[in-house]
């Protein structure tokens, strides 16, 4: 990696004006460290944000649940409370990484994390997410690579959090600017379904704070496929979220992961599961929706059947 | 094979005993236990010093860095 | 000649592994732990092109950077670069964040020049040339048996099928490298290798100092698995940048560099055609094959293997067979020897296709390999797997496991030589009663420490940890490099005849008719205060060749995400004598997981636009985690009469073919592909829609 300076500032303020001249926030730094020593980046500046006040506590509330953006994946995977009232994101967390990465990666690290697309990360490819003309996995090796995408570039979004966050329209806290925003998870990822070279809504001086999530009495389940059994990238995950009443489901959330630049969620399919009652024709038509305009590459197509049956599965686990 | 070997030629079965007299033969390139990979002494790579392939059939005589 | 005794206390043995201690409390220093005095960082400035004429290297900045001591330039002059990784300079430097900051100002003058990465494309004949003079696929090596056409026609039951294995990276945890001084004095080389005096004689050649002046040190290594022969590029760099910053450096691998330019085994194009009679007797076995060994092939390779080559019609008897074998040449790094050369790809390939003739014969698969495989120790080995595994029961027609998640049952044979030959080892026994052994064999983690002092143990009566087993020293007597499953039998033996001859010269000298056990401290007093030593050698009878082995897989997968499970896998192998039975059937477990990673995960990718592979790192090249592991039953066929014969390489041949068994039992289709990936099992299943098509 090339030698960049170091913050450990305790305030906000401090951190995002830091932040302003080539720096970079620090967490857990799982995925900024990757990125430095590959030379994919090299900022100047470490903003180390770990010690920033109020940023670790899990946070009961009357309507909502408040997670610090420097709570581990290892507490929310390990939180009894957590996984009793929202088992799909303790489910997601479950499936991060290992022990160890999971012991020192974040919330906040998770949701902002980059591409993990092989051409993105290979140190002497310049692609087109990182400012070059080409898209190599286009035409190259893209059995990892995403089934829509509103650009030409078809890295997807691999944050587990994300997924079962939106299926739980969770929001993110984020500084911006001077003022605190409050984006939906569909807005904290909405810019790099358009935008190449993006891999979230989020500029560089732009921190997550936390994630608020709604408690609003609903079920809610994760799960995921990978080539192996533990430690592995899902190659497609699904959560899924409703309020269920016997079979019969309403206020549905259903969310794809690592199929799209961003969680992908069709409202056509929330709107077509409202008020349904679970069965597996119903499950499989509601596929049929969220799949309906995915485009396969030569070879991601084994994506699409994994995605179907983890929308029925992830759909029933919430009745089940 | 009575061709002379460059000096500088190697092999794995050289440095295993037991496959030591095969080692540098015709037959153990042309079999099938996929392990007929050669290097150069003198490059420690698979490739001469003449930028050219080290093979049981071009470590000989003729070619500009062969040794005896 | 000596024998091995009839009744053993320590040999046959579950020993735990008498550096078990040090390594778990991070005592033991691998050759990658090795600090001498003043010692340097090394890195090796690699080639970012697949090909090209490179016409300049400028290390002048790089030499300017603070901390480097050293920077060379791997040859001089022009030359021509072959894959993308291949070795162009080095710089010795005191810390890592020196040597990275240099490579980064390395100035490299090339011309780009066309590549090609990919097997099926460089086969064709317009494909950009590896090799300028060659086309990159050479004539191929024909064997040829009996009248082929002719059993084709006769034969009541045919089966075809293409198979596909990719190219497998040794990953072994400890990456390739080397710590090397060089001084007035001589060259000393800390090295994880599989062969210290091959070490040695390569950095003798290469730094041309005479190899009494080269000590190659190898205490603990983290494996090898083939690849770890000679210095490599990166140890003859070490040495060039020792003798320049004059002091020692110490130049292991990245992991990345580690994918790139220290070996693999050769990806294969399978194409098979298999006959039998009524009765299910092979008749007739037809192959075209392809595969690529890297940079390593072109026109000397021509009617030979090229590295590609592999043993077909594998561990079966058929009376007319045509098997047409070459290596197609790409430009990516060259193939080494890999635990068990060509037999995993041998074995998937045949394995596979003999379940395809049983099941269109409607035979049970291992009935129809007892009728072909005559090998009477492997038709006793499907004996005992029949009964543990409870075979029987649990193979069913293809596909006729129930729900979306259906389950299967394979199995596979194995054969390979093993046997041993040339080793050389001294003992000292002290007046004390302590016992040193001394014999420079490296252990490869497979436990040589632990044979030598379970052998000597058994001589003299004592205990393992009574034995002090010095190895991994070229200043010891001489033995091979651990390649072919060849240490066991050739260090067992040689350990045996030094001791038996200790044992001999202590009574002799000391007037006690048997010293051994409870009478050797007071033995040993007798000496005095001068040590005994005594030498000895390999001999004829102690060990033999070839091994057989079988394995049984279950698996679970699931026809709806791809995902396979593997539930079980049963080994029965026999390897002669076995000395320690506990490091014997680790080395089995080691070898099954190897072999699962094989089946399931691991595939070298090359990107045909970019030239590089894709995964250079654990991320994306997958090999087995724990909670991928399934139970893994060994049951060893002790084998006394035989002598030791080795176990590293069979152990890791018929997993695969196994597995790929058990899973098309499980699906009723076949993956014929390896690994068997989701999207394999998906696309076999028929589930996978055309690209380009709405879903």
Known sequence: MKPFQYAAPRTVDSAVSLAADQGRFLAGGIDILGEMKDYIASPRLLVNVKDLPVTREITPGKESWTIGTNVTISEIEQHAELKRIFPGLQQAAA?????????????????????????????????????????????????????????????????????????????????????????????????????????????????????????????????????????????????????????????????????????????????????????????????????????????????????????????????? | MNTPLCKYLRTKKMFVPVHEAEALTEAAEAGTEADAFYWCNCTLSEIGADDKPAHLRACIPGRICFKE | MLSWPEKRDVIGQSTPRVDAPAKVTGAAKYSSDVQPEGWLYGMIYRSRWPAAKVTGINIEKAKQIPGIKAVVVERDGERTVRFYGEELAAVAGTSKQACLDALLVIEVEATPLPFVVKEEAARNPNSPRVWPDAANLPEPNVREKGDVDKAFAAAAAVVEGFFTTPTQLHQPLETHGNTVSVTYDG?????????????????????????????????HMGGGFGAKFGPGAEGGLAGRLSKAAGAPVKLMLTRFDQSLAVGNRPSSFQQIKLGADADGKMVAFEMNSFGTAGIGAGASSAGGGGGAGFPAPYIYVVPNIRVKQSSVAINAGQARAFRAPGHPIASFGMESIVDELAVKLKMDPVELRLKNDPNKIRQREYAIGIEHFGWKQKYKPPGSSPGPIKVGVGCAGATWGGGGRGTQADVQINPDGSVEVRCGTQDLGTGTRTLVAVVAAEVFGLKPEQISARIGDTQFPPSGGSGGSTTAASVCPAIFDACTNALQDLQKKTGVADARGSNWSAACRKLGVNPLTSHGKWQEGLSSSGAGGVQFAEV???????????????????????????????????GVIMGLGYALYEERVMDSATGVVLNPNFETYKVPNFADVPEIEVILVDMPERGVIGVGEPATIPTAGAIANAVANALGVRVSSLPITPARVLAALGKVGKVGSKA
């Open chain 1, 95 to 320: 499936e991060v990484g290992s022990p160890q990465i999971r012991n020192v990666a974040t919330v906040g690290g998770n949701l902002a994390q980059h591409s993990r697309c092989w051409y993105y990360r290979h140190r002497d490819i310049h692609c087109l997410k990182k400012g070059g003309d080409t898209c190599y996995a286009h035409d190259g090796e893209n059995k990892y690579h995403s089934l829509f995408s509103g650009n030409p570039c078809i890295s997807p979004v691999v944050s587990n959090l994300a997924i079962a966050l939106a299926a739980l329209d969770a929001r993110a806290i984020v500084r911006r600017g001077r003022e605190e925003v409050a984006l939906s998870i569909a807005d904290l990822y909405a810019k790099a379904w358009e935008n190449p070279e993006a891999h979230n809504s989020l500029t560089g001086t732009d921190l997550i704070l936390r994630v608020q999530i709604p408690d609003a009495g609903r079920r809610s389940a994760y799960q995921q496929v990978s080539e192996k059994a533990s430690f592995d990238w899902a190659l497609v995950s699904c959560a899924a979220a409703a309020t269920v009443e016997g079979t019969k489901l309403s206020k549905v959330r259903v969310v794809l992961g690592a199929v799209a630049p961003i969680p992908w969620q069709v409202q056509a399919a929330h709107d077509f599961l409202e008020g349904k009652k679970l069965d597996d024709d119903v499950a499989t038509q509601a596929a049929g929706i969220i799949l309906k305009d995915a485009t396969p590459r030569e070879h991601n197509g084994y994506k699409v059947p994994i995605a179907q049956a983890l929308i029925r599965r992830t759909l029933k686990q919430l009745v089940g």
């Open chain 3, 556 to 590: 679970e997968v699931d026809t709806e995400t791809g995902f396979v499970k593997v539930r079980k896998i049963l080994c029965v192998q026999d390897c002669g004598l076995i000395v320690d039975k506990l490091t014997c059937e680790t080395q089995i477990n080691g």
């Open chain 3, 187 to 219: 060259v000393t080389c800390w090295a994880s290798t599989q062969g210290i005096f091959s070490v040695r004689d390569g950095l003798a050649d290469y730094l041309e100092v005479p190899h009494e002046k080269v000590r190659v040190i190898t205490d």
